[in-house]
């Protein structure tokens, strides 16, 4: 089975892989396409199975990362999904390998990515990336962990940025996100509704710049949810698992 790389030419009929089928996030697959296709510009690669699945990798120069991190010259992996029956069958090493060839080519000292520090939804199995060789290089509360593949030894190590705000004055809920991933931009209006519900403030901070990015006060700016100021969570979080969230929230002052 084949690959295929999303280009410019062929963005518009061909899919990327993410929320297929589903009707309601048709407005934000179209959102991340038209992020995805400002992105190529700036040398970021879409490569994916040839079949209707969740399988591909995401990656770009790490200057041009829309995360906030020091790696000059390094590659960094914006997203590698395997999914379903697709697992276990090479396909993870197959896309990396593509990643890594394409750095090389580019001249570049390695590949950087950001995973947990276990294993947390939205973010990559760290033991994988530990298994094709890749090394710790930073790490950051609450549990963010940098990690690297660096064919140049003189390379620096890749570091997260210190960021500028750690807490915030807003009350209730606050949500940073891109456009990145379909699915945080899909969901934001029913958090919303949750929100209002229950009679807490709620706003959205669409983060639309590599600048804003790399200076954002959350590590994984495709979603980072605030309550009162404070990082609760990443996960691009279902109505149901909000408004939970939000019911222990509120009991607990």
């Known amino acids: 089975m084949g690959f295929v790389q999303i280009t410019k030419r062929n963005i ?5 892989c993410c929320a297929l089928g589903a009707k309601q996030y048709e407005h934000a697959v179209s959102e991340k396409k038209k992020w995805l296709t400002e992105r190529m510009d700036e040398g970021l690669v879409f490569y994916r199975l040839d079949e209707r699945a969740k399988v591909f990798i995401e990656y770009l ?3 041009m990362a829309w995360v906030p ?4 010259n ?7 999904w395997v999914s379903g029956r697709h697992k276990n069958n090479g396909y993870a090493k197959q896309l990396l390998a593509h990643c890594k060839e394409d750095a090389i080519s580019r001249g570049m000292d390695g590949i950087v990515h950001i995973v947990g520090k276990k294993k947390y939804p939205y973010l990559s199995d760290k ?3 530990e298994h094709m060789g890749f090394e710790l290089a930073d790490q950051t509360e609450p549990y963010f962990q940098l990690v690297a593949l660096r064919w140049n030894e003189q390379a620096v190590l890749p570091s997260f940025k210190k960021q500028l705000k750690t807490f915030f004055d807003d009350e209730g809920i606050s949500i940073y996100y891109t456009a990145q991933c379909p699915f945080a931009v899909g969901i934001l ?3 919303g509704k949750i929100a209002e519900n229950k ?4 706003k959205t901070v669409r983060i639309t710049t590599k600048e804003e990015a790399q200076n954002a006060p959350t590590i994984w700016t495709t979603f980072g949810l605030f309550y009162n100021g404070k ?6 979080i279902s109505p149901n698992k909000f408004d939970k969230l939000l019911t222990k929230l509120l009991a607990a002052g």
């Open 69 to 72: 991190i020091d790696a000059p």
């Open 189 to 191: 209006d029913e958090l």
């Open 74 to 80: 390094y590659m960094y992996i914006n997203c590698l």
């Open 127 to 129: 033991r994988f990336f």
């Open 231 to 236: 990082y609760i969570t990443h996960e691009i």
């Open 61 to 63: 120069p790490a200057e």
């Open 12 to 16: 518009e009929s061909e899919h990327i």
């Open 199 to 202: 009679g807490i403030p709620f």
